[in-house]
């Protein structure tokens, strides 16, 4: 069972940036799961940010972000980060990261484990 914990959201003015975190609880090491970034609005269903694959580090983008959102993994410290810059109102969500084994996937139902979510306010 992996447990994630998501921190770092808040409310920031348009053009702001924002660093989230996703770091696993216990024993579980990160090191063999790719981890994704996805982001529900209010009334929207849940989208891909982004992930990063669990070897070699790959990453993939939502074209939403892309340019302004950066992915990256410390396995070391057992913990994935969603760099956000460029804020903007349309940003405005709670953002799960999620886990599974090896490579990444755009779906969400491809995710095994989920953390419960960091909001994100992204004032104009």
């Known amino acids: 069972q992996v447990q994630l914990v998501e921190s770092g959201g808040g409310l920031v003015q348009a053009g702001a940036s924002l660093r989230l975190s996703c770091a696993a609880s216990?024993?579980?090491?990160?090191?063999?799961?790719?981890m994704g970034w996805f982001r529900q609005a209010p009334g929207k269903e849940r989208e891909f940010v982004a992930f990063?694959?669990?070897?070699?580090?790959?990453?993939s983008y939502a074209d939403s972000v892309k340019g302004r959102f950066t992915i990256s993994r410390d396995n070391a410290k057992n913990t994935v980060y969603l760099q956000m810059n460029s804020l903007k109102p349309e940003d405005t969500a709670v953002y799960y990261c999620a886990a599974r084994q090896f490579y990444g996937s755009l779906a969400p139902r491809a995710y095994d484990y989920w953390g419960q979510g960091t909001p994100v306010t992204v004032s104009s």
């Open positions: 990063i694959s669990s070897r070699a580090g790959s990453t």
């Open positions: 216990g024993r579980t090491s990160l090191s063999s799961y790719a």
